[in-house]
């Protein structure tokens, strides 16, 4: 998560909603680490998450990340969640909760539809306290 | 929905699960086309919707899209269909339903969740049954 950290903090200095992502194999080697691109690319689907896995299953050449972990600064939203299952994560650790706009906890609840095919295990509030701050200095800052 | 057709049926000749979309402005004019690159790009977020709508961002030079359609062969997944609401889409228009992996009409019902800040308009069956028999036939081909 520490990682995960510095890359939201590096995508807040670059004035983007500062969250970060990384995605572990199962000796716990770093695959990949992004933070949010979607002011950079305009692209609303560039959240680390994405950017994350994707340049993970590019690195090791497959589709599918079994054995992986992916853990991000904040619930991953409906989009990411549904993501992380297409690529076979096992494991998704995140920090801050996301009432508003997660899809694990959340909203859709993506893991808990029956149609959901790969259900990764759920691990979140990790440093929770750091990665909601991380957010809330960053909103607090455009107001 | 005739394009999206045709890019779905170049997809099958690709080795592509054959779905296809396209995105048009309000006057109708298209901005956008594309078929399934899962296997091609190694990337499960590779879907047809995805593509088109980032390529019709990125013709527009912004990452929302007021006012105009995506129209698919196939029901959106969960992650397709929350990044047509994070782009703004302002209609949905698709093919076949899909009870087993859709988001819109099945599982996970993107749009109904109340976390869910912009719900397109969703018109779903149209052509159903040609866009649902290039999906069949390309599976009956690979068993």
Redesign the interface.
Known sequence: MDRALREAQAAAARGEVPVGAVVTDEAGTLLAAAGNE?EAR????AHAE?LA??EA??RL????LPGCTLTVTLEP???C???AS??RVKRIVFGAYD?????VD?????FA?????HVPEVIGGVRETDCAALLRGFFEARR
Chains 1, 2 share one sequence.
């Not at 539809?113 to 095919?117: E, F, I, K, Q, R």
């Open positions: 979607v305009c692209d609303p689907t994405i896995l994707r299953a590019h050449g497959s589709p599918r939203c409906p989009m969640a549904q993501a297409f690529f009432p508003k706009g997660g899809g959340h909203g859709a609840r993506i539809a029956p149609s959901c095919h």
